[in-house]
């Protein structure tokens, strides 16, 4: 019998692309592929680009030309922000044969034109009912696009205005998603604090979650980046739910107010610094992870010590650092004073340093304690495999299958005992499964 044929389905980005490929998967399982996310001589291939800074655009021409090169024969399709700020044309130069937007309409067709172009033989059997998951924490979009005009940033016009899903449709996909084999679901989207304010009967996140938590029985939900206009009394509220994730993704960008105001950010520090203090309040042991820009316009070198003393007050769990990178159509890239290239590596090198010393006081305040761990895959360590997971509050874990594991704990959640530091996280024993 000949065998299934081959589609690759190639991310980069954020947690959003990762929902919009697993749902490219889905479509091409059900069409008659086996879906791999790894680069591979493939069948037909799909690369979902990112843009949000000249290195995302940089590492997207790099994998649009590698999947060309490794799959010469295959048709490629290429998805996600970067078609949208270089032009299908220039996509196309690169070695792309479809390029597709990023809403689940273009998806079907791109997934059609890919089965039209690289069909599945005849006797190649029958679709699967369902497509497997990608990862064993699947990602689910609620929302897609956004209305702020942030002066730094192009996502609005690479993501379009704000549209938001039902709550019935999005709980349909996290039970597809349980139903494969994802223990945990990741709600994401582009402004995911703007879900439901576009719907005829304007609702509000944590109408989203409670909606979720009420019509799904997965055993774990983490909600995605918010901002601290998003963090109210009501929704915080919702965490008494075991199966919510103490974890909140809380965007700073930075710690002074004049550089908020020229991002054009609708929170101030004093907005922050009451965010996370209600969050502290009702969840005391969430891991509070943000973004942080170094060297936007016009940022003083006392602008930047206001940011890193916010963050160091923050107690942040991980910071996912950035140098402005100017962006073309963007009020910023207009801005006077801009930050010289070499002060904003210094400054970048400062800041993931207290970053890197943050994690790692975070780690150790659980040192001891016991959490409930997804465990994920086996990875090689320097002290060889090791399985590999996260606590609830998205700390990395390491440990040794035991007898009492039965050896295999890939997409189990069990209780762990946290212990010394190992690797980007803690080394960790396993109790029984669930």
Known sequence: MPRRPVASVLTLGCKLNLADSESIAARLGAAGYDVVDAMCEADAVVVNTCSVTHAADRKSRRLIRAARRLSPAAPVAVTGCYPRSAGEEAVAALGADFVAGTTGDEHARLVARLADAAPPPPAAGPAPATAPALHTRAFVKAQEGCNDVCAFCIVPRTRGREVSRSIED?????????????????????????????????????????????????????????????????????????????????????????????????????????????????????????????????????????????????????????????????????????????????????????????????????????RPVLWEERRATAEGPRWHGLTDNYVSVYAEADAESGGDLAGRITPAVLGEPFADGLAARPGSAA
């Open 170 to 370: 999005v709980a349909r996909d996290v039970t597809a998603a349980h139903a494969r084999g994802a223990r945990e679901v990741v709600l994401t989207g582009t402004q995911l604090g703007a879900w439901g304010r576009d719907l005829p009967e304007a609702l509000a996140p944590r109408d989203l979650i409670a909606g979720v938590l009420a019509g799904t029985e997965t055993p774990r939900l983490r909600f995605s980046s918010l901002q601290p206009q998003d963090i109210t009394p009501e929704l915080v509220a919702l965490w008494d739910d075991p199966r919510l994730m103490p974890h909140f993704h809380l965007a700073l960008q930075s710690g002074s107010d004049p550089v908020l105001g020229r991002m054009r950010r609708r929170y101030d520090a004093a907005a922050y610094r009451d965010a996370l203090a209600r969050i502290r309040a009702a969840v005391p042991d969430a891991a509070v992870t943000t973004d942080v820009i170094a060297g936007f316009p016009g940022e003083t070198e006392a602008d930047f010590a206001a940011t890193l003393a916010l963050c160091e007050e923050a107690a942040f769990a991980r910071i996912h650092a950035f140098p402005y990178s100017p962006r073309a159509r963007t009020a910023a890239a207009a801005m006077p004073d801009q930050v010289p290239v070499e002060a904003r590596k210094e400054r970048m090198a400062r800041l993931l340093s207290l970053g890197s010393d943050l994690a790692a006081a975070f780690r150790a305040r659980f040192a001891g304690s016991v």
